[in-house]
């Protein structure tokens, strides 16, 4: 069943049926503001990181999908029928309403025909302001005039995830809203310093700041009470949940095309005003829009490839990038699957990503391999899950959390685990990660940039390479493959203290890439030892992992194999049989 298509023009996925079975999601912004956006205009917003620093309110693996979102509903003033730009929340027929979204990079824009009446929602957050933008055009299509209603809808956060998940005897006292000069303010009070607002480029009829009154009692964003009722209850609150609900009322003539501007940011009012009178004017909008897909353009610029297979192509010159890059500057810990419930960064999944991208983003990469390194320990191996200000002695110390509920400080030297909790492969990605940076970059002298480790003392880039390769060359089973340890990167596939036929093939790939850079340092004595330790690798794999025909998945503790053709199911396991290939090990 088909429900979209890739416009390799406009670097654009077009999802023309709204009814896709999961969440279709984007991600809006390049810098400090996020926003993870479905398809159907359901997601929500942060700041810097999704845990502690939420805007809006999401509330994952519920019913229906993707609630709440960014919306902008229509009114018919005459019939008082109204629908949303985008197919959910409202959720017209499809037989009758034509519905498109249109997933950019880092834009997202949503359209509606209904009525007669032509509805646009663009959304996407400019480079260098922290402020989400709704770029929303209304179109009468009809030969007679048409009187409507516009209502926005986001529900704030309460800034931290637990907060919003638990305690509500906290929570629901937590903050406040306020309303003046066109400007709903959001004020958490257990932080002097964090605010938020909603406004807009014109004067509303009507507002609600206070969720409950606009979407009234058992109801949903499906069916807003204000919505339905065609007038907000002008409410504000010292407590309670809240949303930014902004109502307009639009008279159009034939043919007669509106633009309105939205704006959801991080600041008080003071700021909410200086972004408001900026983007009230809509040429400034346009060129900020501009710069974003400019932005991307001159970023895919670097690399681009014509192969016989032009889907090959859409995924190599924009998405694979564009997917890579996402994860890179936001990490993996914000999505519809992780929701901000965790933060920081998993090591395996940062070394991995930072590799596809030193090309577009040299800069970022350099600031992760860092953050890497530092949660690298002694002994070599890195920290699966960790939070990179924790181990960064030269950044600021974050603004004291006032709860009136005892929070335990995270201490760095708690957040060190040993063996038992060490992924066998993570320390490994470091490895190609810190050499396809330098083979991009040049910068050859960033081997000998001295780092600390994460449980004291310090070494060069160079140094802790070596500490990662020898870490997995001492840590072997009885047949000389590398454990499995707590996981490798089959995270489902426990071991049970076995060895680790993928872990053993990586060892080797990234045993290669340090040797190229160990030559070209002129590290000859290291050149010939890890040659002798690469080949020791390769002769084990040989031994002890060929099956006949392919290469086994590992081996438990008790020596049974994974992966045999003496198996009844999963025979053939790819992980191993890959990266025996591409490492280079395979006889």
Same mark, same amino acid.
């Given at each position: ?57 999401? #509330? ?83 030969? #007679?005039? &048409? ?57 509303p009829d009507s507002y609600d700041s206070t969720r409950d009154r606009f979407l009234g009692p058992y109801r949903t964003e499906t069916n807003p009470f204000a919505v339905e009722k065609g007038v907000c209850a002008n409410s504000s609150e010292l407590g309670g949940n809240h949303c930014g609900a902004l109502h307009k009322k639009i008279t159009l003539a034939p043919g ?136 960064d002695s030269s950044r600021p110390p974050a603004p004291k959390f006032k709860s009136p509920t005892v929070v335990p400080e995270p201490d760095p030297s708690s957040l060190i685990h040993g063996l038992n909790d060490t992924c066998s492969d993570d320390h490994l990605w470091l490895i190609p990660s810190v050499c396809e940076y330098v083979k991009e970059t040049g910068d ?78 002129? &590290?000859?004595?290291?050149? #010939? ?44 396991h790819l992980e191993s049989n890959a990266l025996a290939v591409l490492s280079g090990a395979a006889a």
């Amino acid at each position: 069943m088909k429900y979209g298509y890739f416009d390799d023009v406009n670097r654009e996925y077009v999802i023309e049926r709204p009814d896709v079975p999961v969440s279709w999601t984007n991600y809006l912004g390049v810098k400090d503001l996020c926003t993870v956006i479905s398809h159907n205009a359901g997601g929500y917003s942060f700041y810097q990181q999704a845990q502690h620093h939420r805007i809006t309110r999401f #509330r994952p693996n519920a019913i229906p999908l993707d609630r709440p979102g960014h919306y902008v509903y229509l009114r018919d003033e005459e019939s008082g029928e109204y629908w949303s730009i985008s197919w959910q929340p409202v959720g017209l027929d499809l037989k009758k309403a034509t519905y498109q979204c249109r997933h950019g990079l880092s834009y997202s824009k949503f359209s509606c025909q209904y009525q007669g009446i032509t509805g646009e929602q663009l959304l996407f957050i400019p480079i260098d302001d922290a402020v989400e933008i709704w770029d929303v055009k209304i179109k009468n299509n009809t030969n #007679r005039t &048409r009187r409507l209603s516009l209502f926005s809808y986001v529900e704030f956060s309460f800034h931290h995830i637990e907060i919003d998940n638990q305690n509500f005897q906290m929570s629901l006292y937590a903050s406040g809203s306020s309303y003046q000069d066109g400007i709903i303010e959001y004020d958490f009070f257990y932080e002097p310093w964090t605010f938020h607002y909603f406004t807009s480029n014109f004067e509303p009829d009507s507002y609600d700041s206070t969720r409950d009154r606009f979407l009234g009692p058992y109801r949903t964003e499906t069916n807003p009470f204000a919505v339905e009722k065609g007038v907000c209850a002008n409410s504000s609150e010292l407590g309670g949940n809240h949303c930014g609900a902004l109502h307009k009322k639009i008279t159009l003539a034939p043919g007669e095309e509106r633009r309105l501007i939205y704006l959801l940011g991080v600041g008080n009012r003071e700021t909410a005003q200086i972004i408001r009178d900026k983007y009230s004017n809509l040429a400034n909008v346009d060129r900020v829009f501009i710069e974003i897909k400019e932005y991307w353009r001159k970023k895919l610029a670097n690399f681009q490839c014509k192969t016989p297979h032009q889907g090959l192509d859409t995924m190599i010159n924009t998405w694979n990038p564009y997917q890579a890059e996402t994860c890179v500057v936001w990490s993996r810990f914000a999505s519809f699957i992780e929701v901000g419930g965790r933060t920081g960064l998993g090591y395996r999944d940062t070394a991995q990503d930072i590799m596809s991208v030193p090309c577009t983003n040299p800069g970022k990469v350099r600031q992760r391999i860092l953050e890497l390194l530092r949660a690298q320990v002694k002994m070599g191996y890195g920290l699966h899950l960790f939070e990179p200000e924790l181990f960064d002695s030269s950044r600021p110390p974050a603004p004291k959390f006032k709860s009136p509920t005892v929070v335990p400080e995270p201490d760095p030297s708690s957040l060190i685990h040993g063996l038992n909790d060490t992924c066998s492969d993570d320390h490994l990605w470091l490895i190609p990660s810190v050499c396809e940076y330098v083979k991009e970059t040049g910068d050859r002298e960033f081997f000998a940039q001295v780092v600390p480790f994460a449980d004291g003392g310090e070494a060069t880039v160079y140094e802790h390479l070596k500490r990662a390769l020898d870490f997995s060359a001492n840590q072997v089973g009885p047949t000389g493959i590398c454990k499995g340890l707590r996981a490798d990167w089959n995270d489902c596939l426990n071991l049970g203290g076995g060895e680790s036929a993928m872990v053993s093939f990586l060892h080797y790939w990234t045993l290669q890439a340090f040797l190229e850079a160990a030559r070209f340092l002129g &590290r000859d004595e290291d050149y #010939r030892k890890y040659s002798v330790l690469a080949e020791k690798v390769r002769q084990v794999c040989e031994e002890n992992l060929w099956d006949g025909q392919w290469y086994i998945r590992g081996i438990t503790a008790r020596g049974d194999k994974i992966g045999t053709h003496a198996n009844e199911e999963g025979k053939i396991h790819l992980e191993s049989n890959a990266l025996a290939v591409l490492s280079g090990a395979a006889a």
